[in-house]
């Protein structure tokens, strides 16, 4: 089974900036979806970002991030990264990274996620 770590999680002050790394057990070479979710207290977990292995895919950013956010990938070091920036204080939540393995083409990425990190908290105060 693949594992999935996510570091670099932390308290922030509003207006600054937090990189999240996510470092996979496999090879995020192939056809391969990536993203990243979030969840905070009381609320429903949402997509933040995500993006497709092959490259000239189109990426996806949540309206409520874009322009603020950036979703990247490293094939030799299988991570997966979110940088972070002008972060508010309604960006605190638990954030994980997921992938969908072997997908069906970069479609696929707004489907459903069958690989989970355990998720790094991001706190960011006013």
């Known amino acids: 089974q693949v594992k999935l770590v996510e570091s670099g999680g932390g308290s922030v002050q509003a207006g600054g900036s937090l990189r999240l790394s996510c470092a996979s057990s496999?090879?995020?070479?192939?056809?391969?979806?990536l993203a990243w979710f979030r969840q905070a207290p009381g609320k429903e977990r949402e997509k933040v970002a995500h993006m497709h292995t092959y490259p000239g895919t189109p990426y996806y950013y949540a309206d409520s991030v874009k322009g603020r956010f950036t979703i990247s990938q490293e094939f030799a070091k299988k991570t997966i990264y979110l940088q972070m920036s002008s972060l508010k204080p309604e960006d605190t939540a638990m954030y994980y990274c997921?992938?969908?393995?072997?997908?069906?083409?970069?479609?696929?990425?707004?489907?459903?996620?069958?690989?989970w990190g355990q998720g790094t908290q991001v706190t960011v105060s006013s």
């Open positions: 997921a992938a969908i393995w072997e997908s069906r083409g970069s479609g696929a990425c707004a489907g459903e996620y069958n690989s």
């Open positions: 496999r090879s995020t070479y192939g056809s391969n979806c």
